[in-house]
């Protein structure tokens, strides 16, 4: 093969990845700026800017034995991130990469298709490999420095003349247009990743700052202890929950029973990975980031504190985010402790077997059960029931959510829905039997809505800004038993579940329901709170 300079490889693969790995940013900035005589040279501009300011990057880190490693890890992950974009219109930032950083095998299975794989061959693998073959020309030191100069000027004045021709469109998209950026392959990833190792790693060791150290139980508020099943869903969008008025009977069992349905409940973030230790976290959602969460204790440390509340997370999804770290914690996505696994997944059901021995082994004291579901985790929907759960057909049978419509996507997806229905009601069912001798109650809390094809969009990880209400709107509700019922404001609950609340109340709620007292403890934001 005939040797290039490492100035023609530049423009080569800077060129390369315009063309083949942004059909997603071309896409999205035609709907703002439609092809016509006003436009087109601004879109074309778009191009160039693209192409030489991955250029300019290529320069600026390149050398003789590092430009081909950096351009091959570039294509393999560009493949991966232009699959995803182009095939759920997700976006590649920061709490995105921690999602696949934290995502587990089984997960990542889930969305692995034929599709996906052709993406990394034929964009990632094959380019990656004639890069590996290609020759090097072996140059001066001056003669390479002084190519990448002036390819280095050459990048900046085509940059600078194509914003100061189209300088009223570059105002507006920089402006009015920011998401359009986003999609921006590969520089947005590059960003992203930048981003992430700033928000989340530390130069010093990582020290938990300690909070409610003074948390004591008020015994005086109540004789008998309580059980408390906190249930932690995935994925379940409000809208979809008949208890909502969704035309669909998707909570059949649950219109049932005595529910406290929150009907205006809002999530933290549009990811697992954000919205959980943000909703267990002392910090409100505008307070609230990734360095703060795993440097800060939680709820369950406080209640920890008290050493009066036994404390048990159960976890059938891919863990629980940091926030079961000091707590007991068991794995239920495997069928060494799940004993209900079948057609391949491990069920949300299995998480309620054996919970009768640790309340009695734990006799005596107040007791909190997390339970996190599987829920309705995407795309594989399918799979997230059992075929008797199957009610609304035709489903999509493949994670490959482009291969069905979007009526055969939603059957699948209230499907799941409706399992999640069954679910719940087996947990009242099993508090139930511990009415007589505790006081019981269930809460569900969804972590994150789900997009389900509108407008082109699916699963979720959206920037909190831009997600639709599918993303952001999700299931809530509560579930008393006899005796609770008679020592919580009902009556009040119920005036107050069709207002707006959101999971920065979980904190202090869990607190209230246990009695707690303790300087972090903020009435204002106790659910169960009643100064009237």
Excluded at 115 to 123: A, D, E, I, S, W
Excluded at 412 to 429: E, P, Q, R, S, V
Excluded at 445 to 451: K, L, T, Y
Aim: net charge positive.
């Amino acid at each position: 093969m005939k040797s290039i300079t490492q100035t023609k490889l530049i423009i080569y693969v800077s060129l390369f990845l315009t063309l083949f790995y942004n059909y997603s940013f071309f896409e999205n900035t035609i709907k703002v700026y439609p092809l016509n005589s006003e436009n087109i040279g601004f879109v074309i501009s778009t191009a160039f800017v693209i192409t030489f300011f991955m250029m300019l990057l290529f320069t600026l880190v390149s050398s003789k034995y590092t430009l081909k490693p950096i351009m091959i890890v570039v294509l393999l992950i560009s493949s991966m991130t232009s699959y995803f974009m182009n095939s759920y219109h997700v976006v590649i930032d920061a709490s995105m990469i921690r999602n696949m950083v934290q995502t587990n095998l089984h997960e990542s299975l889930d969305l692995l298709s034929v599709k996906q794989v052709l993406y990394f061959v034929f964009f990632g693998l094959l380019p990656s490999f004639l890069i590996y073959k290609i020759k090097l020309e072996d140059r001066s030191f001056k003669v390479e420095i002084f190519s990448k100069l002036k390819l280095v000027v050459a990048t900046i004045v085509v940059v600078l003349i194509a914003f100061f021709s189209f300088s009223k469109h570059y105002t507006s998209f920089a402006r009015e247009h920011k998401p359009l950026r986003f999609s921006v392959n590969p520089a947005y990833w590059m960003y992203s990743t930048g981003k992430y190792i700033n928000l989340t790693y530390n130069t010093s060791k990582l020290v938990v700052k300690p909070i409610g150290l003074d948390a004591t139980i008020d015994t005086n508020a109540t004789s008998r202890k309580k059980i408390v099943i906190m249930v932690v869903g995935e994925a379940s969008r409000a809208d979809h929950f008949s208890l909502n008025g969704y035309k669909r009977d998707t909570n059949p069992q649950l219109e049932k029973e005595d529910i406290i349905n929150f009907s205006k409940t809002s999530s933290c973030g549009t990811s697992t990975a954000v919205s959980v230790p943000c909703m267990f976290s002392i910090y409100d959602k505008g307070d609230y980031s990734y360095k703060k969460g795993i440097s800060t204790q939680n709820v369950l440390d406080v209640l920890r504190h008290t050493k009066k509340v036994a404390i048990l997370w159960r976890d059938n999804n891919s863990d629980s985010k940091g926030v079961a770290l000091r707590v007991p914690y068991k794995d239920y996505k495997t069928p060494k402790n799940n004993t209900i696994c079948t057609e391949g997944e491990c069920r949300d059901i299995g998480m309620l077997v054996g919970l009768g021995k640790f309340i009695k082994k734990n006799k005596g004291k107040d007791i909190l059960i997390v339970l996190h579901q599987m829920g309705n985790h995407g795309p594989a929907y399918y799979k997230r029931y059992t075929k008797d759960f199957e009610k609304f057909k035709p489903t999509c049978k493949t994670n490959q959510l482009e291969q069905c419509t979007q009526q055969e996507i939603i059957n699948a997806y209230d499907n799941g829905i409706l399992y999640t229905d069954n679910f719940l009601t087996k947990t009242i069912n099993f508090l139930k039997k511990y009415d007589k001798s505790y006081d019981t109650a269930m809460f569900y809390m969804s972590d994150h809505g789900e997009s389900l094809g509108k407008n082109g969009v699916y699963l979720h990880g959206l920037p909190y800004f831009m997600a639709p209400d599918a993303q952001t709107h999700i299931g809530a509700l509560m579930w008393f038993g006899k005796s609770m019922r008679k020592k919580v404001d009902i009556n009040y609950l119920e005036e107050t579940s069709n207002k707006k609340h959101n999971q920065d109340e979980l904190f202090d709620s869990l607190l209230g329901i246990f009695n707690v007292k303790t300087k972090v403890y903020d009435k204002d934001k106790d659910i169960f709170h009643n100064e009237h």
